[in-house]
């Protein structure tokens, strides 16, 4: 039985869900975890930090364009009164400031399972390709642009049209033309600035793998899911676990090239002729997550025995044909909730 006291970030939950509401819902269905869960948020309306059911205690702390600096003080602040064994980050922002931050965690007590800051850069969008030519993994060739005029000069480069574009943290845009390209271009600067990836467009069917790798880089668990249906902003809100070796393994090779610690995600196209092109690597558990653990592979309690010392074996196997389908839950509570969050930054639930 684990008795621990875990935190976890990202619990928006709005079309866009963040991993966090998941990885606490993985850890409440199990009858091994016996610990308290407290969650870490950057806005008091984060939808799912009020579910009573799952969280003990949420805490308000600063975003991440704060710096480390001043995380880490926020950090100690609740730790001096509410200790905390284990934090698992679930944005890619806030994944390179815990990895920056956990020799200081560690000599608070508070346990990580998490890549090395260059490990982290290594998989980013604009060196992930340069990775894999080094390494002799597929994925498509891809450039950086500083400014939208250079489009249909690379465009020939890239194969002509249709070609990829994509925001420096997040989104992409399928252009058929180069006028089209160029107004993506603008949207993606806007809203994320530099760097813009242009990318050589490959047809396939999206597949994607949630992993945890242990302190060796050695692959602990894995799970194929093909997504089933997709939202306006190509997120999947169903998909179903499929039996494919083939992407575990590739995905096991890729990990342990980065020597990566903790959980991933790995996004796959795969070709018509059954090749699978990476298209993205994300530095932490998907949105989906809680379709692995009703598969058979509670990866967030693996990443508590595995962070906290426990007894943990690897997951070798897990269910086929298991589906998602993403719905709607409303939630009430009392409105002194929400004004305590945002006046103390704490509040119990």
């Known amino acids: 039985m684990i008795k621990a006291h875990v935190v976890i970030t990202g619990l928006m939950a709005t079309d866009n869900p963040y991993p966090g509401l998941g990885?606490?819902?993985?850890?409440?269905?199990?009858?091994?975890?016996?610990?308290?869960?407290?969650?870490?948020?950057?806005?008091?309306?984060?939808?799912?930090?009020?579910?009573?059911?799952?969280?003990?205690?949420?805490?308000?702390?600063?975003?991440?364009?704060?710096?480390?600096?001043?995380?880490?003080?926020?950090?100690?602040?609740?730790?001096?009164?509410?200790?905390?064994?284990?934090?698992?980050?679930s944005l890619d922002s806030e994944v390179v400031l815990y990895a920056q931050a956990a020799g200081e965690l560690a000599a608070m007590g508070i346990k990580t399972l998490l890549p090395s800051v260059g490990s982290i850069k290594m998989r980013s969008k604009n060196q992930l390709y340069e990775f894999c030519r080094q390494?002799?993994?597929?994925?498509?060739?891809?450039?950086?642009?500083?400014?939208?005029?250079?489009?249909?000069?690379?465009?020939?480069?890239?194969?002509?049209?249709?070609?990829?574009?994509?925001?420096?943290?997040?989104?992409?845009?399928?252009?058929?033309?180069?006028?089209?390209?160029?107004?993506?271009?603008?949207?993606?600067?806007?809203?994320?600035?530099?760097?813009?990836?242009?990318?050589?467009?490959?047809?396939?069917?999206?597949?994607?793998?949630?992993?945890?790798?242990?302190?060796?880089?050695?692959?602990?668990?894995?799970?194929v899911m093909k997504k089933f249906g997709l939202t306006e902003k190509g997120k999947a809100f169903a998909g179903i676990t499929v039996e494919d070796d083939k992407p575990v393994k590739l995905t096991g090779a890729i990990l342990k090239r980065l020597e990566w610690i903790g959980p991933a995600e790995c996004e796959f196209l795969k070709d018509e002729k059954g090749n699978y092109h990476l298209m993205e690597i994300n530095s932490r558990f998907p949105s989906w997550l809680y379709l692995a653990c009703a598969a058979g592979q509670n990866l967030p309690l693996l990443t508590v025995k595995l962070a906290l010392g426990f007894p943990g074996q690897p997951f070798l196997s897990y269910a086929a044909g298991k589906l998602f389908i993403r719905t709607v839950t409303d939630n009430y509570i009392d409105v002194r909730q929400l004004m305590k969050l945002t006046a103390t930054g704490e509040v119990n639930l």
């Open 23 to 89: 990885i606490a819902r993985c850890l409440r269905s199990s009858a091994e975890f016996r610990g308290t869960i407290s969650g870490f948020v950057f806005d008091p309306l984060s939808t799912g930090a009020f579910c009573a059911e799952v969280f003990d205690r949420i805490f308000l702390i600063p975003y991440p364009a704060a710096g480390v600096d001043v995380l880490l003080q926020r950090i100690t602040e609740i730790h001096n009164v509410h200790p905390i064994d284990l934090i698992i980050p």
């Open 135 to 223: 390494h002799k993994f597929r994925c498509p060739e891809t450039v950086i642009i500083n400014n939208a005029q250079e489009i249909s000069a690379r465009c020939a480069a890239l194969g002509g049209t249709p070609f990829v574009l994509k925001g420096a943290l997040s989104d992409a845009a399928i252009c058929n033309t180069v006028v089209e390209g160029e107004a993506s271009y603008w949207q993606l600067f806007n809203q994320w600035g530099y760097p813009i990836l242009m990318q050589k467009f490959v047809a396939g069917e999206e597949i994607d793998v949630i992993a945890l790798t242990d302190k060796k880089s050695q692959l602990a668990g894995a799970v």
